[in-house]
T-cell receptor, first 111, second 116 residues
Framework: DAKTTQPNSMESNEEEPVHLPCNHSTISGTDYIHWYRQLPSQGPEYVIHGLTSNVNNRMASLAIAEDRKSSTLILHRATLRDAAVYYC????????????WGAGTKLIIKP | DAMVIQNPRYQVTQFGKPVTLSCSQT?????MYWYQQKSSQAPKLLFHYYDKDFNNEADTPDNFQSRRPNTSFCFLDIRSPGLGDAAMYLC???????????????FGSGTQLSVL
């Protein structure tokens, strides 16, 4: 089964870039890599997703390793509002609807 | 504007007393999901509906049931809540097949269930 591994927590200073890593060494060739974040007392919200190429949107960038066994979510200028748990997610091969969630990385932003 | 709305935000029930959590959506999405999230853990999928087709996860206890009377509404029924069922319950929607088809999930703010 696909599985993701993330650090439990990371700290960053406000206004600095943040790189959140995720390992997914058992990823299949057709699995998309999704990132969601969960702010305190809120439901998760979509951040970004990708398959092979690096992706950019207004929230973040996603850098995917050439072998697809790891990826990095990049927040270019972290603000206090970016403090959240960030989940790296893959799709389960056996079910079109089941998401394989990583344990999440709690991002702490220091003012 | 809220697109996936969960009510109530906080729910307290007694051990063994049935409880229903509700979810509504204004997105007209085909798929609705119910997740259970315990403290400091990732959300765990309980079941989902693709339109009217119900799909239960293999490890979801029989104590948990769901109803989807129409596209907009979905309910989570816990028939006999135990102390271990205290958790945040999250409703989510997606337009079609979810991440397998590249569709985003949209989550509500959740209902925090306490069992006394």
């Amino acid at each position: 089964d696909a599985k993701t591994t993330q650090p439990n927590s990371m700290e960053s200073n406000e206004e600095e870039p943040v790189h959140l890593p995720c390992n997914h060494s058992t990823i299949s060739g057709t699995d998309y890599i999704h990132w969601y974040r969960q702010l305190p007392s809120q439901g998760p919200e979509y951040v970004i997703h990708g398959l092979t190429s690096n992706v950019n949107n207004r929230m973040a960038s996603l850098a995917i390793a050439e072998d697809r066994k790891s990826s990095t979510l990049i927040l270019h200028r972290a603000t206090l509002r970016d403090a959240a748990v960030y989940y790296c997610i893959l799709r389960d091969l056996d079910s079109n609807y089941q998401l394989i969630w990583g344990a999440g990385t709690k991002l702490i932003i220091k003012p | 504007d809220a697109m996936v709305i969960q009510n109530p935000r906080y729910q307290v029930t007694q051990f063994g007393k049935p409880v229903t959590l509700s979810c509504s959506q204004t997105l007209n999405h085909n798929v609705m999901y119910w997740y259970q999230q315990k403290s400091s853990q990732a959300p765990k999928l309980l079941f989902h509906y693709y339109d009217k087709d119900f799909n239960n996860e293999a490890d979801t206890p029989d104590n948990f049931q769901s109803r989807r009377p129409n596209t907009s509404f979905c309910f989570l029924d816990i028939r006999s809540p135990g102390l271990g069922d205290a958790a945040m319950y999250l409703c989510a929607t997606s337009r079609a097949g979810g991440p397998a088809t590249n569709e985003k999930l949209f989550f509500g703010s959740g209902t925090q269930l306490s069992v006394l």
